[in-house]
């Protein structure tokens, strides 16, 4: 139906998370449409990106600049370490503003089954970087899967050692949230966190 070039344009959305076939078609000829308004800077954009983007060699953030500006503001206390699974997780944090501390993406978490083990992961780099600076507290904000917690468990494990404290972020019911609503490990994650009120 359409030529072999907006078909290799679909394949090619259709590779990114959350498209499918019908949405990066609807997208690819949305671009097509608009070429100056949209396609023309995404192209551009993407150029840029591709060219000056970085992977921070401390902590695995992207960046234009390596260490990344995170790594290297002055004002973040380089005694508190967040671990993530991923940038994305990174970003989240950091919208919520409520982080002032520094972080280390793993890439990823450990999943026998996947075929991801420790040496896949930067985990190494992160038990480097808690033994050769002044690190009092790592933070695991990991996924509550299994693999998720896994990690956190052979993170924990290999930090034994050392005088860091380590913790986890709470799980349970979020704020604003209705039991009706939520799933059943979540009321039950809830349930074992409960606190005094």
Known sequence: MAGPEIEALIRQLSKLPGLGPRSARRLAFALIKRRKVLLDPLIESLRLAAETVKICSACGNYDSQDPCAIC?????DGALICVVEDVADLWALERTASFRGKYHVTGGRLSPLD????????LDELVSRVRVSSVKEIILALSATVDGQTTAHYIAERLQETETTISGLAHGVPIGGELDYLDDGTIAAALKARRPV
């Open 72 to 76: 290297i503001d002055p004002r973040r």
């Open 115 to 122: 075929g991801i083990g420790p040496d896949d992961l930067r």
